[in-house]
Protein backbone atom coordinates (compact mmCIF):
# COMPACT_ATOMS: atom_id res chain seq x y z
CA UNK A 1 0.00 0.00 0.00
CA UNK A 2 2.75 2.33 1.04
CA UNK A 3 4.31 1.45 -2.40
CA UNK A 4 1.37 2.45 -4.67
CA UNK A 5 1.22 5.46 -2.43
CA UNK A 6 4.43 6.66 -2.58
CA UNK A 7 4.33 5.58 -6.36
CA UNK A 8 1.16 7.71 -6.92
CA UNK A 9 3.09 10.83 -5.30
CA UNK A 10 5.66 10.50 -7.62
CA UNK A 11 3.51 10.47 -10.67
CA UNK A 12 1.87 13.54 -9.53
CA UNK A 13 5.14 15.50 -9.39
CA UNK A 14 6.55 14.41 -12.40
CA UNK A 15 3.15 15.97 -13.61
CA UNK A 16 3.27 19.03 -11.73
CA UNK A 17 7.06 19.52 -13.15
CA UNK A 18 6.12 19.36 -16.76
CA UNK A 19 2.79 21.41 -16.08
CA UNK A 20 5.62 23.96 -14.58
CA UNK A 21 8.29 23.94 -17.49
CA UNK A 22 5.78 24.45 -19.88
CA UNK A 23 4.70 27.29 -18.44
CA UNK A 24 8.09 28.37 -17.95
CA UNK A 25 8.62 27.85 -21.70
CA UNK A 26 6.14 29.18 -22.98
CA UNK A 27 6.74 32.84 -20.90
CA UNK A 28 10.38 32.11 -22.19
CA UNK A 29 9.19 32.95 -25.69
CA UNK A 30 7.19 35.51 -25.00
CA UNK A 31 10.18 36.99 -22.77
CA UNK A 32 12.44 36.06 -25.76
CA UNK A 33 10.35 38.00 -27.91
CA UNK A 34 10.61 41.14 -26.04
CA UNK A 35 13.49 41.53 -25.65
CA UNK A 36 13.93 41.26 -29.47
CA UNK A 37 11.71 43.99 -29.44
CA UNK A 38 14.07 45.99 -26.88
CA UNK A 39 16.89 44.78 -29.66
CA UNK A 40 14.97 46.76 -32.62
CA UNK A 41 14.31 49.50 -30.76
CA UNK A 42 18.02 50.29 -29.71
CA UNK A 43 18.51 50.16 -33.88
CA UNK A 44 16.25 53.57 -34.53
CA UNK A 45 17.83 56.07 -32.06
CA UNK A 46 17.36 59.10 -33.36
CA UNK A 47 14.95 58.78 -35.13
CA UNK A 48 12.46 61.78 -35.06
CA UNK A 49 9.73 62.74 -33.21
CA UNK A 50 6.43 63.69 -35.37
CA UNK A 51 3.31 66.14 -34.08
CA UNK A 52 0.81 64.78 -36.59
CA UNK A 53 0.51 62.26 -39.62
CA UNK A 54 1.80 64.30 -42.38
CA UNK A 55 4.84 61.90 -42.59
CA UNK A 56 3.04 58.77 -42.13
CA UNK A 57 3.83 56.72 -39.48
CA UNK A 58 6.96 55.32 -39.32
CA UNK A 59 8.04 56.28 -42.72
CA UNK A 60 10.97 58.06 -44.56
CA UNK A 61 9.64 61.66 -44.04
CA UNK A 62 11.31 64.24 -46.43
CA UNK A 63 10.36 68.17 -45.60
CA UNK A 64 7.32 67.77 -47.68
CA UNK A 65 4.82 64.93 -47.44
CA UNK A 66 1.60 64.83 -49.50
CA UNK A 67 2.11 69.02 -50.09
CA UNK A 68 1.81 69.59 -46.16
CA UNK A 69 5.42 70.71 -44.70
CA UNK A 70 6.24 68.32 -42.01
CA UNK A 71 4.94 69.97 -38.40
CA UNK A 72 7.92 68.07 -36.62
CA UNK A 73 10.59 70.10 -39.21
CA UNK A 74 8.84 73.56 -38.66
CA UNK A 75 8.42 73.46 -34.71
CA UNK A 76 11.72 71.74 -33.71
CA UNK A 77 13.89 70.13 -36.19
CA UNK A 78 14.12 73.52 -38.55
CA UNK A 79 15.26 75.49 -35.43
CA UNK A 80 18.10 73.05 -34.70
CA UNK A 81 19.01 72.53 -38.74
CA UNK A 82 18.29 68.60 -38.73
CA UNK A 83 16.98 67.56 -41.71
CA UNK A 84 13.85 65.38 -41.80
CA UNK A 85 14.63 64.32 -45.16
CA UNK A 86 14.08 60.01 -45.41
CA UNK A 87 14.51 59.81 -41.75
CA UNK A 88 11.70 57.81 -40.07
CA UNK A 89 9.25 60.31 -37.86
CA UNK A 90 7.28 58.14 -34.75
CA UNK A 91 5.61 59.64 -31.76
CA UNK A 92 5.77 57.44 -28.48
CA UNK A 93 2.86 54.73 -29.19
CA UNK A 94 3.82 54.60 -32.88
CA UNK A 95 6.97 53.51 -32.29
CA UNK A 96 6.26 50.66 -29.85
CA UNK A 97 3.66 49.55 -32.36
CA UNK A 98 6.50 49.54 -35.16
CA UNK A 99 8.96 47.80 -32.69
CA UNK A 100 6.42 45.33 -31.69
CA UNK A 101 5.56 44.21 -35.29
CA UNK A 102 8.82 43.91 -36.48
CA UNK A 103 9.39 41.26 -34.42
CA UNK A 104 6.11 38.99 -34.49
CA UNK A 105 4.22 40.71 -32.06
CA UNK A 106 1.45 41.53 -35.31
CA UNK A 107 -0.25 44.23 -33.17
CA UNK A 108 -3.46 45.16 -35.07
CA UNK A 109 -4.98 48.58 -35.94
CA UNK A 110 -8.00 49.14 -33.51
CA UNK A 111 -11.27 49.45 -34.89
CA UNK A 112 -10.64 53.68 -35.96
CA UNK A 113 -7.85 52.38 -38.15
CA UNK A 114 -4.69 53.67 -35.77
CA UNK A 115 -2.39 52.10 -33.68
CA UNK A 116 -3.35 53.17 -30.50
CA UNK A 117 -2.29 55.41 -27.54
CA UNK A 118 -0.60 54.28 -24.61
CA UNK A 119 -3.74 54.17 -22.48
CA UNK A 120 -5.14 52.06 -24.82
CA UNK A 121 -1.84 49.35 -25.03
CA UNK A 122 -1.98 49.61 -21.16
CA UNK A 123 -5.77 48.60 -21.30
CA UNK A 124 -5.97 46.29 -24.01
CA UNK A 125 -1.99 44.52 -24.89
CA UNK A 126 -0.24 44.04 -21.89
CA UNK A 127 -0.24 42.26 -19.12
CA UNK A 128 0.72 44.63 -15.63
CA UNK A 129 3.59 43.75 -13.75
CA UNK A 130 5.19 45.61 -11.00
CA UNK A 131 8.01 48.11 -11.02
CA UNK A 132 10.27 45.96 -9.33
CA UNK A 133 9.11 42.83 -11.90
CA UNK A 134 10.42 44.95 -14.83
CA UNK A 135 12.88 43.01 -17.25
CA UNK A 136 14.10 43.19 -20.82
CA UNK A 137 11.12 44.63 -22.93
CA UNK A 138 9.06 44.96 -20.48
CA UNK A 139 6.69 48.39 -21.58
CA UNK A 140 6.60 51.37 -19.26
CA UNK A 141 3.59 53.69 -19.24
CA UNK A 142 4.17 57.33 -17.63
CA UNK A 143 0.81 59.03 -16.54
CA UNK A 144 -0.81 61.92 -15.46
CA UNK A 145 -4.04 63.61 -14.13
CA UNK A 146 -5.36 62.77 -17.42
CA UNK A 147 -4.37 59.47 -17.67
CA UNK A 148 -1.39 57.47 -19.36
CA UNK A 149 0.38 59.55 -21.60
CA UNK A 150 3.63 58.37 -22.52
CA UNK A 151 4.91 54.74 -23.60
CA UNK A 152 9.10 53.53 -23.45
CA UNK A 153 10.73 50.45 -23.95
CA UNK A 154 12.89 49.06 -21.04
CA UNK A 155 16.38 47.89 -22.26
CA UNK A 156 17.59 46.43 -18.98
CA UNK A 157 20.43 47.93 -16.97
CA UNK A 158 18.39 50.76 -15.68
CA UNK A 159 17.52 52.44 -19.02
CA UNK A 160 14.50 52.65 -21.50
CA UNK A 161 14.35 53.63 -24.99
CA UNK A 162 11.54 56.02 -25.45
CA UNK A 163 10.09 58.26 -28.92
CA UNK A 164 9.98 62.03 -26.70
CA UNK A 165 10.32 65.55 -28.29
CA UNK A 166 13.79 64.81 -29.52
CA UNK A 167 13.13 61.82 -31.38
CA UNK A 168 13.96 58.60 -30.35
CA UNK A 169 16.55 57.98 -27.37
CA UNK A 170 18.01 55.98 -24.50
CA UNK A 171 16.56 57.38 -20.95
CA UNK A 172 17.70 56.90 -17.13
CA UNK A 173 14.82 54.54 -15.67
CA UNK A 174 16.21 56.47 -12.78
CA UNK A 175 15.05 59.52 -13.90
CA UNK A 176 11.22 58.43 -14.29
CA UNK A 177 11.48 57.02 -11.01
CA UNK A 178 12.61 60.05 -9.58
CA UNK A 179 9.74 62.07 -11.47
CA UNK A 180 6.99 59.83 -9.86
CA UNK A 181 8.79 60.14 -6.47
CA UNK A 182 8.34 64.42 -6.77
CA UNK A 183 4.61 63.71 -7.96
CA UNK A 184 5.39 64.86 -11.74
CA UNK A 185 3.08 62.00 -12.69
CA UNK A 186 2.84 57.93 -12.04
CA UNK A 187 4.62 54.99 -13.13
CA UNK A 188 3.18 51.59 -14.87
CA UNK A 189 4.53 48.49 -16.56
CA UNK A 190 3.39 45.79 -18.27
CA UNK A 191 4.35 42.78 -20.47
CA UNK A 192 2.60 42.65 -23.51
CA UNK A 193 0.28 39.48 -23.77
CA UNK A 194 -0.75 38.02 -26.98
CA UNK A 195 -4.45 36.76 -25.78
CA UNK A 196 -5.21 39.82 -25.27
CA UNK A 197 -3.69 41.14 -28.46
CA UNK A 198 -5.22 38.31 -29.96
CA UNK A 199 -8.78 39.06 -28.59
CA UNK A 200 -8.62 42.36 -29.42
CA UNK A 201 -8.11 41.49 -32.77
CA UNK A 202 -11.12 39.58 -33.22
CA UNK A 203 -13.05 42.41 -31.36
CA UNK A 204 -11.80 45.10 -34.15
CA UNK A 205 -12.91 42.85 -36.94
CA UNK A 206 -16.12 42.32 -35.80
CA UNK A 207 -16.67 46.23 -35.27
CA UNK A 208 -15.34 46.80 -38.61
CA UNK A 209 -17.82 43.97 -40.30
CA UNK A 210 -20.19 45.92 -38.49
CA UNK A 211 -19.67 49.20 -39.30
CA UNK A 212 -19.64 48.18 -43.32
CA UNK A 213 -22.91 46.12 -43.06
CA UNK A 214 -24.68 49.21 -41.14
CA UNK A 215 -23.13 51.50 -44.35
Known sequence: MKKKIFALIMTVSMLLSVIDLTFCFAAEVDYKRQEAMADEALKHLGTHFQTNRCGG???TTPE???GSECNTWRKWHKKRNICCIGVRHFDCSGF???CANQVGFDIPRHEKGGYGGPSLWYERYVTPVPLGKIRKGTLLFLGRTSGIAHVGIYIGEGKL???NLDGVCITPWQSWLDGARRGDHYLRAGNI???KV???RKI???LRNAE???S
Do not use: A, R, S, T
Request: with cysteine; aromatic share 24%; glycine share 4%.
Open 204 to 206: YKE
Open 212 to 214: KKD
Open 161 to 163: VEC
Open 96 to 98: VYF
Open 193 to 195: DPE
Open 64 to 66: VWY
Open 198 to 200: EKW
Open 57 to 59: IGK
